[in-house]
């Protein structure tokens, strides 16, 4: 199926207009065109090859909201012109302990990545900043007409993300968290751990972001370069979602949960950061990761936020500003994520 999208074709080059081929669309397929998808951070991350092992072409994008433009025959959860949303991943084992378990992401065969990856068939895969995306219904998401589509479009990778860290360590009323970066990330995570009723302190280094980080939810706001801030909250913190995707010190951070607390890294910073044996083994911390939800759980996040009236706070960008739109990403200057506006393709 002919599609026309955005792609970087070396880790040093500007994205540029790029014609290819998908997949024809099977009996379980949908077809979405696309009408917004998120910039994550992982999506530079991935262009510019700091992860390594990026596969060129690439036509980044996983935060994929639209409408349906056609069914496979044995499509149930869909019919044409429906909304419907792409996420990080597009297909996995099925088979596996972990897929059977609905974590899906954690296949061991491997999960197949929306972009820069490849299909169990060795079919490189492209993504969301695109006219359009084919994806069997198991992967592809419904979405409610409450919410505004295109900040809709960051839950499907910065929303899962911290929802599901969140609901696995149960955090709740009782539950005092701690919010580690205001960003794309945070202000999701900081957002459903106030709506699932935790008293949270939001973290940052920017004094900023203070008022927007009350405005969004958090009780108490600490700046991190203020060392006697940071102690008073020393032993205090249950859960602390780390979600900064630069190098940073994560002691400072374990030394700040309390008896079985846990610090859950979310972001994803492109080298090792070293723990201290000491800051792990007083009071009994854990250090742990998180990755997306699974598909159920997905869902079951897409319709809380329907619900409850959950968005990301967006800024709507298009493709012919790509480059400033990922500077800005890097230097954190965002409120707090980028969209692309998909009809911008047709300019």
Known sequence: MKSHGYAAHDPKSALVPFDFERREPGPKDVVVGIDFCGICHSDIHQVRDEWGGSIYPMVPGHEIVGHVTAVGAEVTKFKVGDL???????????????????????????????????????????????????????????????????????????????????????????????????????????????????????FTTSAGKVEDAKKLGADEVVITKDAEAMKAHARSLDFIIDCVSAPHDLNVYLDLLRLNGTLCLVGLPEVPMEVSAFSMVTDRRSLSGSMIGGMAETQEMLDYCAEHGIVSDIELTTVDKLPEAYERVVKGDVKYRFVIDLKSLGK
């Open 84 to 202: 419907a949303a792409v996420g990080v991943m597009v297909d996995s084992c099925r088979v596996c302990e972990n897929c059977k378990a609905g974590a899906e992401p954690y296949c061991f065969k491997g999960m197949v990545p929306t972009y820069n990856g490849k299909t169990f068939e060795g079919e490189i895969v492209f993504g969301g900043y695109a006219n359009n995306i084919v994806c069997d219904e198991a992967y592809t998401f419904t979405v409610s007409d409450k919410l505004d589509l295109a900040a809709v479009a960051p839950l499907l990778c910065a929303g899962i993300t911290t929802y599901s860290p969140l609901k696995h360590w149960k955090v709740g009323p009782g539950s005092k968290v701690g919010v580690v970066g205001l960003g794309g990330l945070g202000h999701m995570a900081l957002k459903f751990a106030h709506s699932f009723g935790a008293h949270v302190v939001q």
